[in-house]
């Protein structure tokens, strides 16, 4: 009987402690203590000036709101996306959470996030603030879940070191008007030991880079990556495979870059600048900010970089970096009024974007630009091209989509195992797959 | 003996079937509950739950309609998880390149590593008594070392400029690899030269258990069999083949069974040299695992590949106990 009764607590104590993570009442998120004083946490990945901008604003909250306390807690990338996935089936995330705006709609459509109130901003309100690329990142369905803190582009722009122009004789600032331009410089700036290149000329072989230099050379062709139905994919075609072709004449004809040696695992275009490996990067004016925080001391500008193809840039962005509520948060007020003053305030939204060197998802900050270029100038090449970008859509799963199927066959291309028709179709078939298969 | 001698006083004989007085059970199951619940919820469960989510398109992303988040947009879908590992998708391609991954390093390493520890054992068992101290421990560093910090320290061993491999392949002459972990298209004697970076960092790393483990089986074998072969004539060789390897055939499978087994499960070594490249020709089952249940939110993918690698490890484990069991002892 005893032995019974044990094994009996023993498997209603298993039951208890596995069915505990599912219920609602285990959720911590907002803590509101008999002293009146709402505790709010707000979770967000580790990138230092990221962090240095939040942690400002924050401040800032809490000084105006002494009813409301903020714990801020980041975590590394990676362990982010782990951290947010864990929690949200334990219910025990954050009230607001940084999120990547093109992660937004599976996460809201999942049922994990807050619908925005209409009293906080409708759709509409919000339209008028901010811009469409970003926003639309945070609108699911009809239903707006979150507000953005930058507009974030990958392309148009490149970071250039002067002291390795310079010392290749190559002219500083580079004006490259077109691509002819750009390939004919790049091509004199890597340095070799032997037939080992040893630093890239222009290193764009990174995993964000690839996926949307191939976008925006679809689009700058007039062409569509999107299917009729607007969810499957088209990436057979003739503007795809000229993008690619592009890319690897780059590589296997002016050699601006080793793709071997120069990739996203090893060497990415990041990584490479700021160790003084390449002598130009193509990458987000994001990475100017930060680079200006982490390598205070590197000599470094940003400047734009020429249309793929023609004359005119068109190119695809994603929405970028903003914030959104838990659906678990129990303190939904105090957490939308968080978000609106971390990305809607101008005076807030300017703090981020020039700390972070993040271009501005709100319209004010680029209409009226003196501000942010006072201390962000090297965002300036980049403000001119957001007329230029276009919301990248829904892509089903971005990051599949771009560090799965876009980045690996553009650089199997890149490294001439694959052509470029074929690395198109590999695309296009692993692409409309994915789609497939989504529930 | 008598019946009441066996079963005590009336209302005592559990004292006789455990050694416990009543108090002390109290004690023994206080003592047991907590590490039963311990093992349950961190053990047990994560078990049960990941045979539950293969049966599922479950994605952490999704809330369910049913109880722990299963059902409505975490639908079950019985097999088919499993049937589509037999497809012609991408994920399904994925899983068997890193299936084949997988079960090439785990073999590679295992010859690799017996055919460096063996012969260094007998070696280490034939120096001074004072000497196999020192070559026990220096031999037995790596494996206390952090494989993070491992995977560091050879991914700049085989860095293709300031690595010492290529620097040492110049200096005697020789052009050494453009890249050991990036080239897609390097190989040696068929095989990526990646995952050949990778086996020789791992099997660095790992060498010493098995050496320690040989050292101790050597020492076990009696010394009069090996005299009695002396004594018959037979030379080194002959003896380490006739004698010292068949004794040694319990502790080889030993040592085969963990090695494959840790070999199946080796992650971070992988992730932090090659993260599956070049083109996914370091890409292991665990790193699939990883990828689908954290980067992709593909819970249940995820889940039935981890089972598939259970059935990996149960299945050649098996297959070693029936090829090297022995049923006798010295």
């Known amino acids: 009987m005893q032995r019974k009764l044990v094994v009996l607590m023993v498997v209603v104590a298993l039951l208890v402690a596995a069915c505990a993570p599912g219920a609602p009442a285990a959720a911590p998120s907002g803590e509101q203590p008999a002293t009146g004083k709402i505790t709010l946490r707000l979770w967000s990945h580790q990138n230092t000036a990221f962090i240095q901008a939040n942690e400002a604003i924050i401040a800032k909250f809490m000084e105006q709101n002494p009813d409301i306390e903020v714990k801020y807690e980041q975590f590394a990338y990676d362990q982010f996306i782990q951290a947010l996935q864990t929690s949200m089936q334990a219910g025990t995330e954050a009230d607001v959470i940084e999120m990547f705006g093109t992660w937004v709609c599976s996460y809201a459509q999942g049922g994990r996030l807050a619908e925005m109130p209409m009293n906080i901003m409708s759709y509409a309100e919000a339209e008028e603030l901010f811009f469409e690329a970003p926003l639309n990142g945070y609108y699911c369905d009809g239903k707006l879940y979150g507000l953005p803190n930058e507009f974030n582009l990958e392309v148009g722009g490149a970071l250039v070191n002067p002291a390795l122009f310079e010392g290749k004789g190559v002219p500083y600032p580079p004006v490259w008007s077109d691509m002819d331009t750009l390939r004919e410089q790049a091509s004199r700036l890597p340095e070799f030991d032997g037939d080992t290149m040893v630093r890239a000329g222009f290193n764009f072989v990174g995993g964000d880079g690839l996926p949307f230099l191939l976008l925006q050379g679809i689009l700058e062709q007039g062409g569509s990556y999107f299917a009729e139905d607007g969810v499957h994919f088209n990436f057979d075609t003739p503007e795809a495979v000229a993008t690619i072709q592009l890319l690897t004449d780059m590589v296997q004809k002016d050699k601006v870059v080793d793709p071997i040696l120069f990739n996203a695992d090893s060497n990415d275009p990041w990584g490479s600048f700021f160790a003084g490996n ?13 680079g200006r925080v982490d390598y205070p001391d590197l000599a470094f500008d940003y400047v734009n970089t020429p249309p793929l193809f ?7 962005a994603d929405s970028g970096w903003g914030k959104v509520v838990s659906a678990n948060s129990r303190n939904q007020e105090a957490a939308w009024k968080l978000v609106e003053f971390m990305t809607a305030e101008q005076a807030n939204a300017l703090a981020f974007n020039t700390t972070t060197g993040t271009i501005p998802a709100l319209k004010a900050l680029v209409e009226n630009p003196e501000a942010l270029l006072a201390d ?4 300036e090449p980049t403000l001119k091209l957001l007329p230029h970008g276009h919301y990248i859509g829904d892509l089903t799963d971005r990051d599949k989509l771009f560090y799965e199927i876009i980045y690996p066959a553009v650089l199997q291309s890149l490294q001439g195992s694959m052509t470029p028709e074929q690395a198109a179709q590999t695309i ?12 | 003996m008598t019946r009441a001698a066996i079963v005590g006083r009336a209302g005592e004989p559990r004292k006789e079937r455990t050694g416990l007085r009543p108090g002390q059970h109290a004690f023994v199951w206080g003592s047991l509950i907590p590490i039963f619940l311990y093992l349950g919820v961190f053990a ?6 990941v045979v539950v989510l293969s049966f599922f398109n479950y994605s952490p992303v999704r809330v369910g309609d049913g109880p722990l988040g299963l059902g409505g947009r975490n639908p079950f879908i019985g097999f088919g998880n499993f049937v589509a590992m037999f497809g012609t998708t991408q994920a399904a391609q994925l899983f068997r390149t890193a299936m084949m991954n997988t079960l090439l390093f785990a073999v590679l390493v295992l010859v690799v590593n017996l055919a460096i520890t063996l012969p260094l054992a007998v070696l280490v068992e034939s120096v001074h008594e004072r000497l196999k101290g020192f070559f026990r421990a220096i031999y037995f560093l790596p494996t206390v070392s952090s494989a993070v910090a491992v ?8 860095h293709p400029q300031q690595g010492l491999i290529n620097n040492l392949i110049k200096l005697v002459g020789l052009t050494p690899p453009r890249s050991w972990l990036t080239d897609p298209n390097a190989f040696f ?10 086996i020789i960092a791992y099997v660095w790393m790992d060498f010493g258990y098995n050496l320690v483990i040989f050292i101790a089986a050597l020492q076990g074998i009696p010394r009069e069999i090996r005299d009695a072969a002396h004594i018959d004539g037979a030379t080194g060789w002959a003896e380490f083949r006739r004698i010292t390897v ?21 992650f971070v070594i992988f992730q932090v040299m090659t993260s599956g490249g070049p083109q996914n020709q370091t890409r292991s089952l665990t790193m699939e695992i990883y990828e689908n249940a954290f980067r992709y939110q593909a819970m249940g993918w995820a889940s039935s590949i981890s089972l598939v690698l259970f059935a990996m490890v149960l299945l050649v484990t098996l297959v070693q106990f029936r090829v090297l069991r022995t049923d006798w002892e010295y």
């Open chain 1, 278 to 290: 390449a002598a130009a990067s193509f990458i987000g004016s994001w990475a100017a900010g930060a």
């Open chain 1, 310 to 316: 023609g004359d005119e840039y068109n190119f695809a």
């Open chain 1, 376 to 379: 962000a100038p090297w965002v």
């Open chain 1, 428 to 439: 296009h078939a692993q692409a409309n797959e994915m789609v497939d298969a989504a529930p």
């Open chain 2, 44 to 49: 047990l469960f994560p078990m049960i739950w």
């Open chain 2, 151 to 158: 995977a560091i320290m050879w991914g700049y061993v085989f």
């Open chain 2, 189 to 198: 004697l068929g095989v990526p030269l990646a995952m050949v970076a990778v």
């Open chain 2, 246 to 266: 068949p004794l040694l055939r319990p502790t080889l499978l030993l040592v085969c069974t963990l090695t494959m087994i840790s070999s199946f499960q080796v």
